[in-house]
């Protein structure tokens, strides 16, 4: 068994919900998070910002605050057969890519055990 992992913007929660429902992954959990990337900040303009002592309200600004503040983000997890991940994979960067850094990140890590918390029984089928 496989788990794939994706932290995606807040605002494509919706159109990742009903790729998965039509791929065949119904079955998931999300929950919201915040976060921040590696993303560095350019010492030209935080230098330039530091002499007037104010941000700008434009995109230039939002960049600076960024390295600072944690950003809204959904994390959504799946529990499938190891086969199936791939194709987990491709839906959630199809409805989720833009182009624009801050897509979001994916992760596949595997699944070693499982454990049905009703009957405190091991399964295969932690899905």
């Known amino acids: 068994m496989k788990e794939v992992m994706a932290f995606i913007r807040t605002n494509k929660v919706n159109a990742t919900k009903k790729a998965l429902a039509e791929g065949g992954f119904p079955a ?3 929950r919201p998070v915040l976060g921040r990337g590696k993303k560095s ?3 030209e303009l935080l230098s330039i910002v ?3 002592g104010e941000l700008p ?3 230039s600004g939002e960049h600076l605050t960024e390295a600072f ?3 809204p983000k959904r994390f959504i997890t799946l529990i499938m057969e190891d086969s199936e991940a791939p194709k987990a994979v491709e839906i959630l ?3 989720n890519q833009t182009g624009n850094p801050g897509d979001g990140k994916i992760f596949v890590l595997p699944i070693n055990e499982a454990y049905t918390v009703r009957s405190g029984e091991k399964t295969v089928e932690a899905y």
Do not use: Y
């Open 28 to 30: 998931f959990t999300c």
């Open 41 to 43: 900040i350019d010492p």
């Open 50 to 52: 530091m002499q007037s």
């Open 57 to 59: 309200l434009n995109m």
């Open 69 to 71: 503040r944690l950003i």
């Open 93 to 95: 960067i199809k409805a």
